[in-house]
C-alpha cells in the first residue's frame, strides 16, 4: 500500500514540476473536462487526477512491460529501464488529452523528474519502516 502511495505522490509532484520547469510540457484546460462524471476546470485538479493515473500506471502495467523487456534490460545493463519509464508517461500522454509531452527531451526530462521524486520518496518510506 505504501508503493502505491508513494507512486501517486511522485507522479503527481513529478508532473506539477515538469509543467512548471520543462518548457514544451504543459496541461491544457478544456470546457468540457470530465473524468468519471466530475467536472474538472482547475489546472491542480488535473495535474491531481493525472497524477493519481500516472501512479496506477506505474504500480499496475510497468512491472508487466519491465517483466517483457527483461532481455532487454540485461543486454543494455539496465539502461532501457529508462524507455519503460519513458512509456508510461507517453502512455499518459496518449490516454489524457489535456497533458502534452512530445517526444525525445521534455519526456526524458519528465521522467527524470517522476523517477527521482520517486526514488526519494520510496527511500523515505523504506527508511520510516525500519
Same mark, same amino acid.
Given at each position: 500500500?505504501k508503493?502505491? !502511495? $508513494?507512486?501517486?505522490? &511522485? &507522479?503527481?509532484? /513529478?508532473?506539477w #514540476?515538469s509543467?512548471?520547469? @520543462? %518548457?514544451? @510540457? =504543459?496541461? +491544457?484546460?478544456? =470546457?468540457? =473536462?470530465? !473524468?468519471?462524471?466530475?467536472?474538472?476546470?482547475?489546472?491542480?485538479?488535473?495535474?491531481?487526477i493525472?497524477g493519481? &493515473?500516472? /501512479? #496506477?500506471?506505474? !504500480?499496475?502495467? +510497468? %512491472?508487466?512491460?519491465? !517483466?517483457?523487456a527483461?532481455? #532487454?534490460?540485461i543486454?543494455t545493463?539496465?539502461?532501457? $529501464?529508462?524507455?519503460?519509464?519513458? &512509456?508510461?508517461?507517453?502512455?499518459l500522454?496518449v490516454?489524457? +488529452?489535456?497533458?502534452?509531452?512530445?517526444?525525445?527531451? %521534455?519526456?526524458?526530462?519528465t521522467?527524470?523528474?517522476?523517477?527521482?521524486?520517486?526514488?526519494?520518496?520510496?527511500? @523515505?518510506?523504506?527508511? =520510516?519502516?525500519?
Open positions: 500500500m508503493k502505491l !502511495f $508513494s507512486q501517486i505522490v &511522485a &507522479a503527481v509532484l /513529478g508532473l #514540476l509543467v512548471m520547469f @520543462v %518548457p514544451e @510540457v =504543459s496541461i +491544457r484546460l478544456f =470546457s468540457d =473536462s470530465n !473524468f468519471f462524471g466530475i467536472l474538472v476546470n482547475q489546472q491542480w485538479q488535473i495535474i491531481l493525472l493519481i &493515473a500516472l /501512479g #496506477l500506471i506505474n !504500480f499496475f502495467v +510497468r %512491472p508487466v512491460i519491465g !517483466f517483457i527483461f532481455p #532487454l534490460k543486454l545493463l539496465g539502461l532501457f $529501464s529508462i524507455v519503460v519509464n519513458m &512509456a508510461m508517461i507517453w502512455l500522454d490516454i489524457f +488529452r489535456e497533458i502534452t509531452v512530445p517526444l525525445i527531451f %521534455p519526456l526524458l526530462w521522467t527524470f523528474i517522476v523517477w527521482v521524486l520517486n526514488f526519494i520518496i520510496q527511500k @523515505v518510506l523504506v527508511k =520510516s519502516e525500519d
